[in-house]
């Protein structure tokens, strides 16, 4: 069978067709089952391994230090208003927008009083140590990976009064 002219373009269309679906497919099944849940965001990190148990948490003001090996209820060196066992669990659980070098860059000049937070984990011998900037819209962190991370936060929530 001898194809046309008309019959060969016909042939390469539905190739070029077919091709460019079988180049596509795997994006459209990614973003036809993707969730919306932090962990699935690729621009979303968490501040803290994601398995990580905190041992003890050194804010700039405040200690705290479980009063059990199992960490279920935590003590605030000064004392503090609420439960401590929440700003564990605030810093435990923190996640972020990340961002670029570009963005850091043109952040800088605003960039001062930095507040170091040492974060102790049960699987390390040495602190995560979070470097913090307070930005007027949102606070600027840097993770365990080294990354800057942006995030939204209330004071009241990072830090105890």
Known sequence: MKLS?????????????????VIQFPDLIR???????????SNVQFLLPEQAVV????????VFTPQDL???????EPQIEGAPQTF???????AGTIVDDGMISQLKPQLSSPRT???WLQSADEPVRVTVYQL?????????????????????YLFPN
């Open 70 to 76: 199992q960490g279920g209820s935590w003590t605030a």
């Open 88 to 94: 564990v669990e605030h810093w435990q659980s923190l």
């Open 136 to 156: 007027p819209q949102f606070w600027l962190l840097r993770s365990w990976q080294g990354t800057w991370l942006a995030i939204s936060v209330d004071e009241s």
């Open 31 to 41: 973003e036809r089952f993707a969730t919306d849940d932090i962990h699935s965001s």
């Open 5 to 21: 002219r008309r019959g060969w373009n016909n042939v390469i269309i539905i190739a070029v067709v077919l091709f460019i679906a």
């Open 117 to 119: 937070v040492e974060v």
């Open 55 to 62: 041992s003890r948490l050194v804010l700039p003001q405040h």
